[in-house]
T-cell receptor, first 114, second 114 residues
Framework: AQSVTQLDSHVSVSEGTPVLLRCNYS??????LFWYVQHPNKGLQLLLK??????LVKGINGFEAEFKKSETSFHLTKPSAHMSDAAEYFC????????????FGTGTRLKVLA | DSGVTQTPKHLITATGQRVTLRCSPR?????VYWYQQSLDQGLQFLIH???????AKGNILERFSAQQFPDLHSELNLSSLELGDSALYFC?????????????FGPGTRLTVT
């Protein structure tokens, strides 16, 4: 069975400092991995995805993620946090058994301090 | 704007009642997925339809049912509602891109059972 584990439920950073949100995955297959962001009272927006084409994936709003098979990790980073980045972030693996349903991590709430 | 629409945005109802949540996928997308987001369970997959046919079921209660119509919109029916059914319900449609299926989420329907 596939799963993702988000290692931190809350992360606080100061504006202008780097962001690191950690995600480990478990999968028998080469996984399709995603990061989504959810702003308060909003839907889920796709930030970036990994599909085996490149291990370093660039997304929207300056976010990046690196797929590391040896560490089974897919951590999300951003060089400099902005106040507007404050939100909840979900690491997701797509079920490769045929339905492609999403399996979500428990989420990391990012707080950005002025 | 993801292109996925959901109505209503908010729904307040009493225990024991029945409600219907509606979702319209992005133009051209044949798949609809339903997810439930609650404080205690996080984001969980409920059910997947593709071009009118049920493809997969997740942790969906027997009191819940869904269907997808010929025009591809979908409805999620929740009956004999309990307090614990209070949650945010999302639908998503998917498109194949770069070797995987990306999901685009609607804004959600917030259900409050009193």
């Amino acid at each position: 069975a596939q799963s993702v584990t988000q290692l931190d439920s809350h992360v606080s950073v100061s504006e202008g400092t780097p962001v690191l949100l950690r995600c480990n995955y478990s999968s028998s297959y080469s996984p399709s991995l995603f990061w989504y962001v959810q702003h308060p009272n909003k839907g889920l927006q796709l930030l970036l995805k990994y599909t085996s084409a490149a291990t370093l994936v660039k997304g929207i709003n300056g976010f990046e993620a690196e797929f590391k098979k040896s560490e089974t990790s897919f951590h999300l980073t951003k060089p400099s946090a902005h106040m507007s980045d404050a939100a909840e972030y979900f690491c997701v693996v797509s079920d490769s058994s045929g339905t492609y349903k999403y399996i979500f991590g428990t989420g990391t709430r990012l707080k950005v301090l002025a | 704007d993801s292109g996925v629409t959901q109505t209503p945005k908010h729904l307040i109802t009493a225990t024991g009642q029945r409600v219907t949540l509606r979702c319209s996928p992005r133009s051209g997308d044949l798949s609809v997925y339903w997810y439930q987001q609650s404080l205690d369970q996080g984001l969980q997959f409920l059910i997947h339809y593709y071009n009118g046919e049920e493809r997969a079921k997740g942790n969906i209660l027997e009191r819940f049912s869904a269907q997808q119509f010929p025009d591809l919109h979908s409805e999620l029916n929740l009956s004999s509602l309990e307090l614990g059914d209070s949650a945010l319900y999302f639908c998503a449609s998917s498109v194949r891109a770069s070797g995987t299926y990306e999901q685009y989420f609607g804004p959600g329907t917030r259900l409050t059972v009193t």
